[in-house]
């Protein structure tokens, strides 16, 4: 009880000593150099013993009888709560250790390439607290699949408790432009990472690059899939969805990844629409966080009512609190991703969750996550937005 009562104490002092004195300071650093300064201090992190045993005591919070699940249709992986970490974060799975201790259950790294990527030209990232949300145009920024796959197969023979997955897209240059060379950059980034990692989400949908988003087609897709399951992976496959498809549209390119050795779907990526929102014209880029949420969450639930049976969900997009992790599991999804919410609240933010989850869940009558699932899905896929 004493060391629960003291963790619990911990957690809500770094939410508060974060939110009030840590995040005005490191928000008057560009947000290019705070996320590389935040990228190498959690690197560093995970190397110091002294500081990952404090991480990991001042952290934990696990409630596997009301958190936990196995996944059947997604490779059989046992996830001890539905919290991780979405790719965008971290491009080249550096920072595995501390963020197993924060206490997520898996991770997205990357998206990587078949070859190094440079990215789009600086600033990658413009802060929008008014909005909850950071304006993103990194372009794949990345080291290529043949130093990637190397770290993050060291992550995951280590790692205990985090599923490591890696994102893989292809590279953002005029070679991979053309259709064919694009798929075959996915195929040699997937064959690379074959059995080294608990799983692979394919990126088809990162708007910040070069010739836009050509697998997002019906047809397109088809031929994608078609060749990577030619490779056939040991683990399961997600696929990252766009955010700015209509139902029907969206739809199409479901019923395309049902065909395939597809276990999986990421919904969503970033947001391109900015309407009602006063951005600066040339600010380059798409919208992480809150402008995400009302369009992340229909079609997680229209995706949970059609193809819940065959598809495991992960819900990404507007995620900060307890309350939002819990609407996108009543909305259908299996998991629930979270990148954003780290800039703005914290690394306590996630056992906040947790803890949040394990309250509502009793609130409500459950006795596991599970039980929740898709509870909300039809309101929330008939309501307007």
């Known amino acids: 009880m004493y060391n629960s009562s003291m963790r619990y ?13 840590v995040k005005p300071i490191l928000f008057k650093i560009k947000p290019d150099k705070m996320h590389d300064l935040m990228i190498k201090f959690a690197s560093w992190a995970g190397r110091n013993r002294l500081f990952s045993w404090f991480i990991k005591y001042s952290m934990t919070f696990e409630n596997e009888e009301m958190l936990g699940q196995k996944l059947d249709n997604f490779g059989g992986l046992y996830f001890r709560n539905p ?13 595995a250790s501390p963020i197993e201790r924060i206490g997520f259950s898996y991770a997205a790294f990357g998206s990587t390439t078949g070859r190094m990527c440079p990215g789009n030209p600086r600033p990658w990232f413009h802060r929008l607290p008014e909005y909850k949300s950071l304006m993103i145009n990194v372009g794949l920024a990345n080291e290529g699949v043949d130093v990637v796959a190397k770290t993050v197969s060291s992550a995951n023979s280590v790692s205990k408790t985090l599923n490591v997955g890696q994102s893989i897209a292809r590279t953002n240059d005029k070679i991979a432009a053309d259709d064919k060379e694009g798929i075959q950059d996915y195929v040699y980034s997937l064959q690379k990472l074959n059995g080294k990692t608990a799983f692979i989400e394919v990126n ?3 708007p910040n690059t070069f010739k836009g988003e050509p697998f997002t087609d019906e047809k397109r897709l088809d031929q994608l899939l078609t060749e990577l399951d030619k490779v056939n992976p040991s683990q399961p496959i997600t696929l990252k969805m766009p955010s700015d498809k209509s139902w029907e549209d969206f739809k199409s390119l479901l019923e395309v990844a049902i065909r395939h050795n597809v276990q999986g779907v990421t919904i969503a990526n970033l947001r391109k629409d900015r309407v009602g929102m006063e ?30 049976d065959k598809l495991t969900i992960m819900g990404l997009g507007g995620v900060f609190t307890a309350e939002d992790a819990y609407q996108k599991i009543k909305a259908g999804a299996d998991l629930v991703s979270v990148v954003t919410a780290l800039m703005f609240e914290g690394p306590a933010a996630v056992p906040s969750i947790k803890r949040g989850l394990v309250k509502l869940l009793k609130q409500d009558g459950y006795l596991n996550i599970s039980e929740a699932r898709g509870v909300e899905a ?8």
């Open 9 to 21: 104490f911990l957690q809500g002092c770094a939410l508060f000593f974060y939110k009030h004195l």
């Open 83 to 95: 919290i991780g970490l979405g790719a965008g974060f971290d491009k080249n799975a550096v920072t």
């Open 204 to 206: 088809i949908s990162c």
């Open 279 to 308: 951005i600066p014209d040339d600010w380059k880029g798409n919208l992480s966080g809150k402008p995400t949420w009302d369009r992340s969450n229909y079609l997680v639930a229209k995706t949970y009512l059609e193809y819940g």
């Open 378 to 385: 039809e309101k929330i896929a008939n309501k307007e937005i």
